[in-house]
């Protein structure tokens, strides 16, 4: 016999991240308390989602085209790339208006607590992207945007190593941002200030 709707719904929502069995369950009750539109919304917004959104095949950046507008400005500068953790990232840099750059989105850090590792991010790719541009086109700074936390700056440890081996010039945002703090929280000035000071 199939499955009832309620074990269904719980079944899908458990295969987010950071869901277990008792938050599947509140959601679920949320969900029937609130008007029958309000499920008919959140399906829409992720088929929407899923249909319309991809992931840029250069940056790793969340877009409706790929590649990404950033990827495809022309007057964008191509020998620079910010390496940051998220695209929500990329997004409080844009909304900051001071860096005129590319990015590359690594879609995580290195965690070892969580058993996260350098394959299970966009770091192949970087390392490709310095690697496959020469010349005219070649990559100059790589510009290490992970956020200053335990795990970002370990994660920049890491890249600045393996990227510096490849003879590319690498930096860091500088430190006014705030130890434990993230690129999407703290204001444009200070996000600012840390792209020009980069050291
Ligand atoms: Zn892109």
Same mark, same amino acid.
């Given at each position: 016999?199939?499955?009832?709707?309620? !074990?269904?719904? $719980?079944?899908?929502? %458990?295969?987010?991240?950071?869901? /277990?069995?008792?938050?599947?369950?509140?959601?679920?009750?949320?969900?029937?308390?609130?008007?029958?539109?309000?499920?008919?919304?959140?399906?829409?917004?992720?088929?929407?989602?899923?249909?319309? $959104?991809?992931?840029?095949?250069?940056?790793?950046?969340?877009? @409706?085209?790929?590649?990404?507008?950033?990827?495809?400005?022309?007057?964008?500068?191509? #020998?620079? $790339?910010? =390496? =940051? @953790?998220?695209?929500?990232? =990329?997004?409080?840099? @844009?909304?900051? #208006?001071?860096?005129?750059?590319?990015?590359?989105?690594?879609?995580?850090?290195?965690?070892?607590?969580?058993?996260?590792?350098?394959? !299970?991010? *966009?770091?192949?790719?970087?390392?490709?992207?310095?690697?496959?541009?020469?010349?005219?086109?070649?990559?100059?700074?790589?510009?290490? #945007?992970? *956020?200053?936390?335990? %795990? /970002?700056?370990?994660?920049?440890?890491? $890249?600045?190593?393996?990227?510096?081996?490849?003879?590319?010039?690498?930096?860091?945002?500088?430190? /006014?941002?705030? =130890? #434990?703090?993230?690129?999407?929280?703290?204001?444009?000035?200070?996000?600012?200030?840390?792209?020009?000071?980069?050291?």
């Amino acid at each position: 016999m199939a499955e009832s709707a309620y !074990d269904n719904l $719980l079944d899908e929502l %458990e295969k987010l991240p950071g869901i /277990g069995r008792r938050s599947a369950e509140r959601i679920a009750f949320h969900l029937l308390r609130q008007p029958a539109d309000s499920s008919v919304h959140l399906a829409d917004a992720l088929t929407r989602f899923r249909t319309n $959104l991809k992931v840029c095949d250069i940056c790793g950046h969340v877009t @409706e085209s790929d590649p990404c507008p950033i990827c495809a400005d022309p007057k964008r500068n191509t #020998g620079t $790339l910010l =390496v =940051v @953790e998220q695209p929500s990232d =990329v997004v409080a840099i @844009e909304q900051a #208006g001071a860096y005129k750059g590319r990015y590359h989105v690594l879609m995580g850090r290195l965690s070892p607590m969580e058993g996260l590792g350098a394959g !299970d991010l *966009n770091i192949a790719g970087l390392l490709e992207r310095v690697q496959n541009r020469t010349g005219d086109n070649a990559i100059t700074e790589i510009i290490l #945007g992970t *956020n200053p936390t335990l %795990e /970002g700056d370990g994660t920049a440890l890491y $890249l600045a190593e393996a990227l510096t081996s490849l003879g590319v010039k690498v930096t860091r945002l500088a430190r /006014g941002m705030p =130890v #434990g703090s993230s690129l999407q929280t703290v204001s444009k000035a200070v996000l600012s200030d840390a792209i020009q000071a980069r050291v």
